[in-house]
């Protein structure tokens, strides 16, 4: 091989590119940067995670709407009750539109035994999302097209909680660990000390695992419900708080009261997101 021909192979690719289209336009030479490809494609990653995550939290007041509902329903029958039982539970799954024949005494049971997660005898209001998620509004045994449309628009905060979790849940696996959960808050600049206390709200049995079960009695103060002085769930100020849900105060409640909305990043308002 003559020393040109390697002169040739040494050299970096070059692409020729016109600056004007009038005749006798001059042409520059540009040389092509090797890692300007991978690292274009790690930008692209990072900001779809951001979209991603930016689109997921403004959906997050429909999950609160649902939320919502689903407890002025409770409220009505528990009263001054700590929970519900069993039989409870079925009655307000068929107000809440699930069909009675569904609800044989074996799914009552998987039921109740999926959303009572501390195992005790009745299920409190966040367990009762539970079974409304799994023994209602994403049962596939119900012909969700013939519902009424209030009941559609409950069941479309559950499906965003759903999505919300798939999004999560990168390998699909049906839970969420401490990586997904840190790459899907990478985009938000949170770091890891922040994301695990965000693992700790949502691991109700502190196994560093995250059912949907537990993701969805966790996420209640993500979309800006917040238990009171005596452990019981409440409205807070605003369907805007629920904007305000992965912002990097110490705790949910400080995370999502508006008083401390002017000390937290809104990740709808992510700076990077607004230069795309």
Known sequence: MNSDAQKVDD?????????ATTPGATEKKLESA???????????RRHTATKGMTRLTMKFPKIRHSFRECKKVFDAKVGAKDGLSKSEMKSLLIELGADSEHLTDS????????????????????????????????NEDIDHEEQSEDFKKIRNGFLVAKEAFDFIDKDGGGS???EELRMAFSSMKQDDATVRAR?????????????????????????GMDPDEDGYIVDTTGDENALLNVGDAQTPRHRLSQENADKLMNPT????????
Request: proline share 5%; aromatic share 12%; hydrophobic share 40%.
């Open 11 to 19: 050299e970096p690719e070059v692409k020729t590119v016109k600056f």
């Open 34 to 44: 090797p890692d300007s490809k991978s690292a274009k494609e790690k930008h692209k």
């Open 107 to 138: 799914e009552l049971t998987r039921i109740f035994k999926t959303a009572n997660l501390d195992g005790d005898n009745d299920i409190d209001f966040k367990e009762f999302l539970i079974a409304a998620a799994v023994g209602c509004f994403l």
């Open 176 to 178: 969420i660990d401490f």
């Open 199 to 223: 693992l700790k709200e949502l691991d109700f049995n502190e196994d560093d695992d995250i059912s949907f079960p537990e993701f969805v009695y966790g996420i209640t103060a993500w979309v």
């Open 269 to 276: 308002d992510d700076p990077e997101e607004q230069e795309t």
